[in-house]
């Protein structure tokens, strides 16, 4: 079975969330406005919907995280699902058969549907082929490969500023090597079917090959790269995945690639500034910038709990053969 | 096997005196709440009729319904609006079909989440009878004697117009 099918069920329909990759520009289309009705509901004196009552979500994560580990548990309790929280340090975790006994032991709790991040590319991947068939896996990051739902609310957040996608042009700046979100983003925008993608990165910070073969157009030149772009995304410096003799020094870098207002003038005036988080400020990104009344910083962080709130409700619905009128009375 | 249905701008204008006289009554700046799709477009319709001060809220009840294990989300689901506060408010809900009393269920679970109302008056075009839970409706259009099977179903938004299909008939 392939990568892209694995998402699918026979209908068609989300059954875990892995990738965006080999996802159709209609599903995306449809988590989109799922997640414009529960941004709603975020905004009501009772945050919270009956949907996922009585089903068990565990957050299994193998890496530290404090944002997206929060915004997956809150989308969770606003679909009144019980959720639980297990950190395992990266050292304790070993590949192979104890990820397995795992998630075999999860299982055996009823629970549900895993939140899984991951350092190893493909982690997610592996625990969804051997998942029991009643459970669901959503990838919260795994290792360089992808991180779905943060692309996902990163054009959730661009659709509500710019209302259509295909006009516009959108550069990812910084270290897209080592970066899962730059991948999934990349994946995305070119599904919703943007006009163009950049990439602005120093040659050791930027497989070139790799992104041509997205469709991507390549920029060393922060200048040239930013010219006339409608959304700039910058992305953190990993230092965590960085060897040595990648970078110059971060003063260079800052100075090289930094986003400042001198060279995001050459964007066009209603440009949109993302970024995933969490901010070196004064590496990548100056906080005149990042706090500016371009920026959208904060907006993402906000959108981030409706969007996994579409991504674990579709997942979790079973496609359970339906006639026309089973579906109508109600 | 044809119904006699009712015609629906007749219909309207008695369910828009009736529910005038309830307003003069008993009911304080009462917010009007359709349910999507077809409790929508008759609230959209009562509402003008009665010229109400407070604008028309809407009800998306995808993310309540009590059949979510069998049949998912409505991909068609949309982001329910209520313009003003609920708290302490005079509601009348509007709905197309009252017919098993789930969508109303849901309906009612919903508005609690935006607050406590002073009282709720449901209002449905038709009413087919069928209930499944104890819901009645406040003002009634028409009723409608339907056999199991059948199923009555609003058509619009322009024009209305109703339509009875028989599972039986394919």
Same mark, same amino acid.
């Given at each position: 079975?392939?990568?892209?099918?694995?998402?699918?069920?026979?209908?068609?329909?989300?059954?875990?969330?892995?990738?965006?990759?080999?996802?159709?520009?209609?599903?995306?289309?449809?988590?989109?406005?799922?997640?414009?009705?529960? /941004?709603?509901?975020?905004?009501?004196?009772?945050?919270?919907?009956?949907?996922?009552?009585?089903?068990?979500?565990?957050?299994?994560?193998?890496?530290?995280?404090?944002?997206?580990?929060?915004?997956?548990?809150?989308?969770?309790?606003?679909?009144? /699902?019980?959720?639980?929280?297990?950190?395992?340090?990266?050292?304790?975790?070993?590949?192979?058969?104890?990820?397995?006994?795992?998630?075999?032991?999860?299982?055996?709790?009823?629970?549900?549907?895993?939140?899984?991040?991951?350092?190893?590319?493909?982690?997610?991947?592996?625990?969804?082929?051997?998942?029991?068939?009643?459970?669901?896996?959503?990838?919260?990051? @795994?290792?360089?490969?992808?991180?779905?739902?943060?692309?996902?609310?990163?054009?959730?957040?661009?659709?509500?500023?710019?209302?259509?996608? =295909?006009?516009?042009?959108?550069?990812?700046?910084? @270290?897209?090597?080592?970066?899962?979100?730059?991948?999934? =983003?990349?994946?995305?925008?070119?599904?919703?079917?943007?006009?163009?993608?950049?990439?602005? /990165?120093?040659?050791?910070?930027?497989?070139?090959? /790799?992104?041509?073969?997205?469709?991507?157009?390549?920029?060393?030149?922060?200048?040239?790269?930013?010219?006339?772009?409608?959304?700039?995304?910058?992305?953190?410096?990993?230092?965590?995945?960085?060897?040595?003799?990648?970078?110059?020094?971060?003063?260079?870098?800052?100075?090289?690639?930094?986003?400042?207002?001198?060279?995001?003038?050459?964007?066009?005036?209603?440009?949109?500034?993302?970024?995933?988080?969490?901010?070196?400020?004064?590496?990548?990104?100056?906080?005149?910038?990042?706090?500016?009344?371009?920026?959208?910083?904060?907006?993402?962080?906000?959108?981030?709990?409706?969007?996994?709130?579409?991504?674990?409700?579709?997942?979790? =619905?079973?496609?359970? $053969?339906?006639?026309?009128?089973?579906?109508?009375?109600? | 096997?044809?119904?006699?249905?009712?015609?629906? %701008?007749?219909?309207?204008?008695?369910?828009?005196?009736?529910?005038? %006289?309830?307003? %003069?009554?008993?009911?304080?700046?009462?917010?009007?709440?359709?349910?999507?799709?077809?409790?929508?477009?008759?609230?959209?319709?009562?509402?003008?009729?009665?010229?109400?001060?407070?604008?028309?809220?809407?009800?998306?009840?995808?993310?309540?319904?009590?059949?979510?294990?069998?049949?998912?989300?409505?991909?068609?689901?949309?982001?329910?609006?209520?313009?003003?506060?609920?708290?302490?408010?005079?509601?009348?809900?509007? %709905?197309?079909?009252?017919?098993?009393?789930?969508?109303?269920? $849901?309906?009612?679970?919903?508005?609690?989440?935006?607050?406590?109302?002073?009282?709720?008056?449901?209002?449905?075009?038709?009413?087919?009878?069928?209930?499944?839970?104890?819901?009645?409706?406040?003002?009634?259009? $028409?009723?409608?004697?339907?056999?199991?099977?059948?199923?009555?179903?609003? =058509?619009?938004?322009?024009?209305?117009?109703?339509?009875?299909?028989?599972?039986?008939?394919?």
């Amino acid at each position: 079975m392939d990568r892209a099918n694995l998402q699918l069920d026979s209908a068609g329909n989300l059954r875990h969330f892995l990738s965006i990759d080999g996802l159709k520009r209609a599903l995306l289309v449809e988590l989109l406005d799922t997640a414009e009705s529960f /941004a709603e509901v975020t905004e009501r004196e009772v945050k919270k919907v009956p949907l996922l009552r009585g089903k068990t979500i565990v957050n299994l994560f193998f890496e530290s995280s404090t944002r997206t580990r929060t915004t997956f548990e809150l989308a969770a309790k606003r679909l009144s /699902a019980d959720v639980v929280n297990i950190n395992v340090p990266a050292s304790a975790a070993t590949k192979g058969e104890s990820l397995l006994d795992t998630l075999r032991n999860l299982e055996a709790m009823h629970c549900d549907m895993f939140v899984i991040r991951h350092p190893d590319s493909g982690a997610a991947h592996f625990i969804a082929r051997h998942a029991a068939p009643h459970v669901s896996i959503i990838n919260a990051g @795994d290792g360089r490969h992808a991180h779905p739902t943060q692309a996902m609310l990163d054009m959730f957040t661009i659709r509500r500023h710019k209302k259509t996608f =295909q006009q516009l042009i959108v550069a990812i700046v910084g @270290d897209v090597s080592h970066s899962r979100v730059a991948r999934s =983003q990349i994946h995305a925008l070119s599904t919703l079917g943007v006009q163009e993608i950049r990439a602005i /990165a120093p040659r050791t910070l930027l497989p070139v090959e /790799a992104a041509r073969a997205l469709g991507v157009h390549v920029y060393h030149d922060m200048r040239e790269g930013l010219c006339n772009v409608d959304v700039v995304i910058m992305l953190r410096l990993q230092y965590e995945r960085m060897q040595g003799g990648m970078l110059p020094s971060e003063h260079e870098y800052y100075r090289l690639y930094g986003l400042t207002e001198d060279k995001l003038s050459h964007a066009r005036d209603d440009v949109m500034v993302m970024h995933p988080g969490p901010i070196n400020r004064g590496v990548e990104i100056d906080s005149a910038v990042a706090d500016g009344p371009r920026s959208v910083i904060l907006q993402q962080v906000s959108h981030g709990t409706a969007v996994r709130m579409a991504v674990m409700s579709r997942a979790m =619905q079973r496609s359970i $053969a339906t006639t026309p009128s089973a579906k109508e009375p109600l | 096997m044809s119904k006699r249905l009712p015609e629906i %701008d007749a219909v309207l204008d008695g369910m828009a005196r009736r529910l005038a %006289d309830t307003i %003069d009554d008993s009911l304080d700046a009462p917010l009007m709440v359709g349910i999507r799709t077809g409790g929508a477009w008759i609230a959209e319709r009562l509402h003008e009729r009665l010229s109400l001060k407070e604008p028309l809220g809407m009800l998306d009840i995808a993310f309540y319904r009590d059949d979510f294990s069998h049949v998912g989300i409505d991909p068609m689901v949309r982001p329910s609006h209520l313009p003003v506060d609920l708290e302490g408010r005079d509601i009348i809900l509007v %709905d197309d079909v009252l017919h098993t009393g789930r969508t109303i269920r $849901a309906a009612l679970n919903e508005l609690f989440d935006y607050g406590r109302p002073a009282s709720v008056k449901l209002a449905v075009l038709i009413d087919r009878g069928g209930r499944e839970l104890p819901v009645q409706a406040d003002i009634v259009g $028409a009723e409608l004697h339907l056999v199991q099977g059948e199923h009555v179903k609003l =058509q619009g938004p322009e024009p209305l117009s109703l339509e009875v299909r028989s599972d039986v008939d394919g």
